[in-house]
């Protein structure tokens, strides 16, 4: 596709569920990103793939949240046991993978949503 | 910890007006600066990338400059439309891949 492409776009799911968001980046993109964006502030890094491997978890809030990318494209951000405080907007970005110089092209969002 | 805090908040104002957005970052160790529109209930869209080397870009009635020493940037909007009504977001790049992005500005342009 032509741009950063996530899934569902809305999400409504109760508390102690788990849940899968996916992203499918732009074609040839190495570079995967994970951010979550509450409501009224900026987007928050959680996670960043080069390649299959994750390069940089440390914006993950705890053990209830993991992502995959098994092979280099579509990745998937799961969480176990959702808690209420876990509503947001979860956006997915991609780039070229050349460091300093990349720009990030970002999805429309998914919207999460615990009851 | 780098921080970015992006002033002012919210912005109201009538069409035909030039805005200055600010954006300011507490360490100028920086790779680059980006600055983003995000729509309601949309993603975000990249307007400006600013290298670290760079002083400003521009593109249409949109400028951006940097003054990486100063850790600050602002976002130039002239002749302002009801179609820029958006949160504007700013964003650096350090020495790690991820972004740090301020709360953002959201600026409504009244007819």
């Known amino acids: 596709g032509a741009g950063v492409s996530q899934t569902p776009s809305n999400k409504v799911t109760e508390k102690g569920k788990y849940v899968e968001l996916r992203c499918d980046p732009i074609?040839?993109?190495?570079?995967l990103y994970w951010y979550r964006q509450s409501l009224g502030q900026g987007p928050e890094f959680l996670i960043y793939?080069?390649?299959?491997?994750?390069?940089?978890d440390s914006g993950l809030p705890n053990d209830r949240f993991f992502a995959v990318r098994p092979e280099g494209s579509v990745s998937t951000l799961k969480i176990q046991r959702t808690e209420r405080g876990d509503s947001a907007v979860y956006l997915c970005?991609?780039?070229?993978?050349?460091?300093?110089?990349?720009?990030?092209?970002f999805g429309p969002g998914t919207r999460l949503t615990v009851l | 910890k780098q921080e970015v805090t992006q002033i002012p908040a919210a912005l109201s104002v009538p069409e035909g007006e030039n805005l200055v957005l600010n954006c300011s970052f507490t360490?100028?160790?920086?790779?680059?600066l980006q600055w983003f529109r995000q729509d309601p209930g949309k993603g975000l869209t990249s307007l400006l990338l600013?290298?670290?080397?760079?002083r400003e870009q521009t593109s249409g009635r949109l400028n951006a400059s940097l003054d990486k020493s100063s850790g600050r940037s602002t976002l130039y909007i002239a002749a302002s439309q009801p179609g820029d009504s958006a949160t504007y977001l700013c964003?650096?790049?350090?020495?790690?891949?991820?972004?740090?992005f301020g709360t953002g500005t959201r600026l409504q342009v009244f007819p």
């Open positions: 970005a991609s780039s070229l993978g050349r460091g300093g110089t990349d720009t990030q092209y």
């Open positions: 074609s040839g993109h190495t570079a």
């Open positions: 793939f080069q390649g299959t491997g994750a390069a940089d």
């Open positions: 360490d100028s160790a920086i790779y680059n």
């Open positions: 600013i290298q670290s080397s760079q």
């Open positions: 964003a650096v790049k350090g020495n790690t891949d991820k972004l740090i």
